[in-house]
């Protein structure tokens, strides 16, 4: 579909942008990259008034376009660059109205690139909850643009800010806000000249980032860095005077159009819960209880509809072998993809619920106090504030969270994050993780409150948190540096969730769950198949004739019973059962059998692919007639050396731990290598986590065998 007109959104942190962004595009959204760099640009499209279709680009929140990483620095990249494939036509710059000398500090910088503006009055309702007056015409008329006030969380203004993009065309010029040229007039001019510029301050940026800019040439950007020289200019010293001259314009406008009447109360309120959430004691036992309670609601709530979906799974299997003829093509489709798919497909409930209660405690502000409080933790270990960050988002996905160790500025602090956040449990290790609790952990109470599989769940959690905190402890020792980190964050003021984007959260999230891993599940399950399925030299027509006498004596219960056993012999003679048997010596001490063999081996793809190879796997093994649920199989599956359950209490124990430290995803493999830019660091990470892996599962089975 053609867009009529491009938009890009704009604000600090803790803005709404994010609901803005939801609000106006709803589903139609997607994800990508920004050229050239590893940072997500998230798009979408708006239906205005005017029957026309907005493209809608959420940057980077930041406060200023001086940027402080990566991230930050795609606003100015994107905004000064019209051969950018994201250069926009609009800017809508979202300003926090009970904040807006802060917020007003970008829109000077962006008024000054000359570039087509509307400012987003958001969170109007929380600035007359505190007492704050705006004269919002009087403040479009000084600003000279269109000033439209939201409650974006309430749906207040969005009608408004569509009517007012469909209107843009007609936006008049920005009054200049300083004197961009008197900041450095000589540099100014010549980089004008020499790189063909025409805005003023779109050179001044130039020299304050070119090394970053990467639209430039190298040749120019060394020539930016000849020209600083030759005008001695020192950029720390022009952002300063540049910051103080833009601030003394936002209070002249402010002075007018903005008034207090008393101290916010929603502010006094957040102030007074935080004395209680924030406690260094209080804090942490309440953070532990609301953890307890969310691993409580994955096995409580998801229980329903897991078993739906898994009954569904199971009929598809019975229907489509009474329908279909017999014949591999028919045995691949049912046995290999469809039981390869129905392994992961059925823990979107517990991916829905988990994802839900993260945008929950977002929304209402808790997650910016549990950073604060990890950060205490994270200095004692010897890291970086900044850290925290990185190891919170480690609980959604490792990958996205080591590209946002980029804000950290410190190299050791930043590497030491890279190396453990790996280790913090992902959603990728839940379906292993609640698989194997519900083989070997009985669902009671504990104390006739607590679920025990919760628990036991939860504890895997922590213990990955704990385990983090003491390689980073022991990295810090090894690793030598004398650079010092700093962490500067901002509390914001505590909100109901809006339940549009908790919604829209669990939807995005379990779509890309099902996709990302789905792809990965459908090439292994159908590889699996067939290695399961055919076998070298004569070995499965040696098996059939070894019980063609028998079957052909035996009465129907006998016979479907050496089908069975025709169907195991097979499948430990197959291209797979031999790898498996190859490698069982290794893992044998760990309390795995060959069939457990192969799923660590198809887990470095992705972790969650353990649940999709066993389900392939013990469907193969179950032959046509076994419609089970993989979990009625892998509980009866008996080990033929001792006579006991597979799955025991030991062996699940230290499949669990095994599964909690070790390094089982190419993905985030791959981008380490691609941010530390060496094969070096992923390869130390590699070893040190399955090393640990391996001792952890064999000192717990030992123990618990």
Known sequence: MEHSIRVALVGNPNTGKST??????????????????????????????????????DLPGTYSLYPKSIDESIVFQVLSDPSQS???????????????????????????????????????????????????????????????????????????????????????????????????????????????????????????????????????????????????????????????????????????????????????????????????????????GILLFIFNAIFSWSSYPMDLIEGLFVWISEVGHEKLPAGLLTDLILDGIIAGLGGIVIFIPQIAILFAFISILEETGYIARVTFMMDRLMRKVGLNGKSVVPMIGGLACAVPSIMAARTIENWKDRIITIMVVPLVSCSARLPVYTLLISLIIPEEKVFGIFNQQALVLMGLYILSLVAAFVIAWIMKKIIKSRDKGYFVMEMPVYRMPRWNNVLLTMYDKSKTFVIEAGKVIIAISIILWVLATFGPGGRFEQIEAKYEKELASANEKQAAHIEVLIAKEKLENSYIGILGHTIEPIIRPLGYDWKIGIGIITSFAAREAFVGTMATIYSVDGGDEDTNTIRERMAASINPKTGLPVYTVATGISLMLFYAFAMQCMSTVAIVHRETKSWKWPAIQFVYMTTLAYITALIAYQLLK
């Open 20 to 57: 803005i962004f939801n609000a106006l595009t709803g589903l139609n959204q997607k994800v990508g990259n920004f050229p050239g760099i590893t940072v997500d640009k998230k798009s979408g499209t708006c239906k205005l008034p005017d029957g026309k279709i907005a493209e809608i680009i």
């Open 86 to 288: 994201s250069y926009p036509d609009l800017v809508i710059i979202v300003a926090d109205a009970t904040n807006l000398k802060r917020n007003l500090l970008l829109y000077t910088q962006i008024a000054d690139l000359k570039l087509p503006v509307i400012v987003a009055l958001n969170m109007m309702d929380q600035a007359e909850k505190g007492n704050i007056d705006i004269d919002i015409d009087g403040l479009a008329k000084k600003l000279n643009v269109p000033v439209v006030p939201l409650a974006a969380r309430k749906g207040r203004g969005l009608e408004e800010l569509k009517s007012a993009i469909a209107h843009s065309t007609r936006l008049p010029l920005q009054n200049d806000t300083i004197d961009v040229v008197s900041l450095a007039p000589d540099l100014i001019a010549d980089i004008q000249g020499e790189l063909v510029i025409e805005n003023p301050y779109v050179a001044l940026q130039v020299a304050h980032q070119h090394e970053y800019l990467r639209y430039l040439s190298k040749e120019k950007s060394n020539r930016v860095e000849e020209l600083e020289g030759k005008h001695n200019f020192h950029t720390q010293e022009s952002q300063a005077k540049e910051t103080i001259e833009r601030y003394n314009y936002i209070n002249d406008i402010l002075s007018d159009t903005v008034s207090h009447r008393s101290v916010a109360l929603e502010e006094n309120i957040s102030n007074k819960i935080d004395h209680v959430l924030t406690h260094k004691v209080w804090g942490f036992v309440i953070f532990f």
